[in-house]
C-alpha cells in the first residue's frame, strides 16, 4: 500500500504534472490544452479531485514561454507556473517542480513538455499507482522516432550503464509517477547533479513499470543538445557508480606488471645473450602509450573530484524568480 490508505484507494486523488520546458513558447499551449482535456476527463471518471493541476517549470526560457504560461495561468485554475532565474537544466527544472508540489498532492507525474511522450499513458500510471505503487515508471515501446544518432548514443549509454554496475530501466527517461511520500523521499538526497532516473531507484518503496509510445515533436526543436546530453550521461555515471576509479587502478597494475615483465626479459636477454639491440619505436611508442593513458586515468579522476567539488559547495540547485499558484 503507499501514501493511500484502504478508505482513499478508491476515491479521486489530487494529481500535479510537472512539466519542465526550456523555450518551448511553440509547443506550451497545445499542451496545456491536451493535459487540461484529460484532467476534465479524469475528473468526471472520478479518478482525479478538481483541484488536480499542471504545474510549467519555466527553465530560464528566453522566448515567450513564460508570459504565455502566465495567460494560460489567468485562464485556467489548473494550471500553474514556476519561473527558475536561469537555464538551470532539465533535471534541476524537474527537480524544483516535484518539490513545489510534494505538499500539494496525492502524486506527481513528470513528463516533458513537448508531449513527445504519449499523456493517455497517464491513465495506466494512476491504475498502477491505485494498485499501491509508489513509484511508476514509463518505459518507452521502441525508438522509432529518435534519429540515427540518438539511437545509438541511447544504446551505448544503457550498456555503458550496465557495465558501470549504475541500475536504471533501459528506456525510462523521466515520465514517471511518485506518490507523495515518495515525493518526500525523494527530497532527501541534496545532490547537485542529480539524474533522476538512478535516484528514483534508491527511494524503495514499491515500484512498477508503464509501456507508453512515444511520438515525434510536433512543433519546435529538441532543446537537448548533444553537450546537455553528454553532460548528463557524465553525472549519471559519476554520481552513481566507481567502477571507472577502479578500471584506472587496475590499468596501472596491468601497465606496472606489464613493465616489470618487460624489464625482467631485457636482463635476462643482456645476461644470458648480450643481444639487445637498440630500439627507437620500442622506446618511443610506451611513452606515448603510457602518457595516453594516464592523461585519460587523470581525466576520469577529474570527473569525480569535479563531482566532489560541486557537493562541496553547496550552491543551490536552482533559484525561482515567480510563482504563479
Ligand atoms: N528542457 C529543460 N531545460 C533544458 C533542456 C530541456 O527544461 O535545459 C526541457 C524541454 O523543454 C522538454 C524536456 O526538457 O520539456 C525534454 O527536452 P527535449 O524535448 O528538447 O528533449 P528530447 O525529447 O529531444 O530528448
Ligand atoms: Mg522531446
Known amino acids: 500500500m503507499n501514501s493511500l490508505n484502504k ?13 519542465p520546458c526550456f523555450n518551448e513558447n511553440e509547443s506550451i499551449e497545445l499542451t496545456a490544452s491536451e493535459l487540461t482535456s484529460l484532467i476534465t476527463e479524469m475528473t468526471h471518471e472520478g479518478v482525479l479531485k478538481k483541484n488536480s493541476f499542471i504545474l510549467f517549470v519555466d527553465d530560464g526560457s528566453t522566448d515567450k514561454t513564460w508570459p504565455i504560461i502566465v495567460r494560460l495561468h489567468r485562464d485556467s485554475h ?47 500510471f494512476l491504475c498502477e499507482f491505485r ?61 547537485p547533479n542529480n539524474f533522476l532516473r538512478a535516484t528514483c531507484l534508491l527511494l524503495g518503496y514499491r515500484k512498477s513499470t508503464v509501456n507508453f509510445d512515444v511520438r515525434e515533436r510536433k512543433i519546435g526543436q529538441s532543446k537537448y ?8 550521461a557524465l553525472h549519471g555515471i559519476t554520481s552513481f557508480s566507481i567502477v571507472p576509479l577502479r578500471i584506472v587502478t587496475l590499468i596501472g597494475f ?11 626479459y631485457a636482463l635476462w636477454k643482456v645476461l644470458f645473450f648480450g643481444d639487445t639491440v637498440p630500439g627507437w619505436a620500442s622506446t618511443i611508442a610506451p611513452i606515448y602509450f603510457i602518457g595516453g593513458i594516464q592523461l585519460i586515468c587523470l581525466g576520469v579522476v577529474s570527473e569525480y573530484i569535479g563531482q566532489i567539488y560541486t557537493t562541496v559547495k553547496n550552491r543551490p540547485r536552482w533559484i525561482c524568480e515567480d510563482k504563479l499558484d
Open 7 to 19: 478508505e482513499e484507494i478508491n476515491l479521486p486523488i489530487r494529481l500535479a504534472i510537472v512539466l
Open 78 to 124: 489548473a494550471i500553474k507556473g514556476l519561473k527558475l532565474s536561469r537555464n538551470f537544466g532539465h533535471q534541476a527544472a524537474l527537480l524544483a517542480g516535484l518539490n513545489a508540489v510534494t505538499n500539494e498532492c496525492d502524486a506527481a507525474i513528470s513528463l516533458d513538455a513537448d508531449l513527445q511522450q504519449d499523456p493517455s499513458a497517464i491513465k495506466k
Open 131 to 191: 494498485k499501491g505503487s509508489d513509484i511508476v515508471l514509463g518505459v518507452r515501446n521502441d525508438r522509432k522516432t529518435d534519429g540515427w544518432l540518438k539511437k545509438q548514443t541511447a544504446s551505448g549509454f544503457y550498456m555503458l550503464m550496465k557495465t558501470m554496475g549504475v541500475n536504471i530501466i533501459p528506456d525510462h527517461a523521466d515520465y514517471r509517477l511518485l506518490s507523495k511520500r515518495a515525493l518526500e523521499a525523494l527530497s532527501l538526497f541534496p545532490e
Open 225 to 232: 543538445t548533444v553537450s546537455k546530453m553528454i553532460r548528463l
Open 254 to 264: 596491468l601497465i606496472f606488471f606489464g613493465s616489470m615483465f618487460m624489464l625482467l
